[in-house]
């Protein structure tokens, strides 16, 4: 039986710390890299795939954790071993304070890519088993505190130390990132103590021209967030709302169920009863869900400042034709059990 090849996915940005790691790691495997034409048939054992910059780990690391898909493409027997992240010390407070897209960096997929540095440099941290920081001993310890918290599975390990580290076998789990613990309802811990991760969670619509000034006033304490959100003047609309650090982006995301006949619902009966389980009898569906991860966040001021972006009554008779966005009562549409 041909011998399974482990793999192991090596990312990061092309600075020093990433090249010395490259000089060193056929000491310790075979080495890949796809963007070269480079292919892993043909080797045995372990194999690490080093992903071009612009590759973010996550949706990689889900999609080969089925065997099949990654045997399929290493062309062999292939198994998902471990995923490895390499940051350089003195160059994180650059890139989380920076709003560089990736390609002003040179390191976009394709010219129309619009994604940031620091979105970027936040995915690689929360979706790897194993970070690896380059760097003199105090900038290590200066940034250890936020990457733990935003990824509280996995080791943060100096490369003083060498790589003999990718040697050793993980145990197979993979981490799961602060934020979405947090919305979860995870329990969370990291070496330093507890990580600091709250939900904000309420029904009713934002204010527009309030969150805008929330946004601007830009969230002290916040490195992480991801949401969802919806404000006054759009009902139907549902939007996402993200933090990377210096960055932020408030998008469409979809369109809330609220906004959509009960009738034309899905025809899942267990669908339909996870929607009537979170229904509001004015707002249907909508919702505020913002998780936010920070080591120096204080979730009472948070709570504070975001309950005074919502709508008073007044301002939502005066924003809305009606004062209900839903089906006052969708359980009596045929279908529904």
């Not at 709003?99 to 129309?112: I, K, Q, S, T, Y």
């Not at 994604?115 to 970027?120: M, P």
């Not at 389980?277 to 920070?294: K, N, S």
């Amino acid at each position: 039986m041909e011998p399974t090849l482990r793999i192991h996915l090596v990312a990061g940005f092309p600075y020093e710390a990433k090249q010395q790691v490259l000089a060193a790691l056929p000491c310790v495997m075979d080495v890949c890299r796809p963007e070269l034409g480079q292919s892993p048939c043909g080797q045995v054992g372990r194999v690490a795939v080093v992903l071009p910059a612009h590759v973010e780990p996550a949706p990689l690391v889900e999609a080969w954790t089925d065997v099949s898909a990654v045997s399929a493409w290493a062309g062999r027997p292939a198994r998902l071993e471990g995923t490895t992240t390499i940051l350089d010390a003195a160059q994180l407070e650059r890139d989380l304070e920076s709003e560089d897209l990736l390609v002003r960096r040179g390191w976009a997929a394709h010219p129309d890519d619009r994604r940031s540095v620091a979105d970027l440099l936040l995915e690689q941290v929360e979706s790897c088993d194993r970070i690896l920081v380059a760097g003199d001993r105090a900038a290590i310890d200066r940034h250890r505190r936020w990457i733990e918290v935003l990824n509280p599975d996995s080791p943060v390990l100096d490369l003083a130390g060498g790589l003999a580290v990718l040697s050793e076998p993980v145990d197979g789990r993979r981490p799961c990132p602060a934020w979405r613990r947090a919305m979860e309802g995870a329990e969370r811990a990291s070496s330093s103590g507890p990580a600091t991760a709250w939900v904000y969670r309420r029904r009713g619509p934002f204010e527009p021209e309030r969150f805008r000034r929330w946004l601007a006033g830009g969230s002290p304490g916040v490195l992480r967030a991801k949401g969802r959100i919806w404000l006054a003047d759009q009902p139907d609309v549902m939007l996402g709302y993200s933090r990377a650090a210096a960055v932020q982006r408030v998008f469409v995301a979809g369109r809330w169920w609220g906004s959509v006949p009960a009738r034309c619902w899905p025809a899942d009966d267990e669908v339909r009863g996870q929607l009537l389980a979170r229904w509001h009898p004015r707002f249907g569906d909508r919702t505020q869900e913002i998780a936010l991860v920070g080591p120096d966040l204080d979730p009472g001021r948070m709570e504070a400042t975001l309950d005074a972006c919502l709508a008073t009554e007044a301002e939502l008779e005066r924003m809305c034709a009606a004062p209900s966005w839903a089906d006052p009562d969708p359980s009596g549409v045929s279908g529904f059990h």
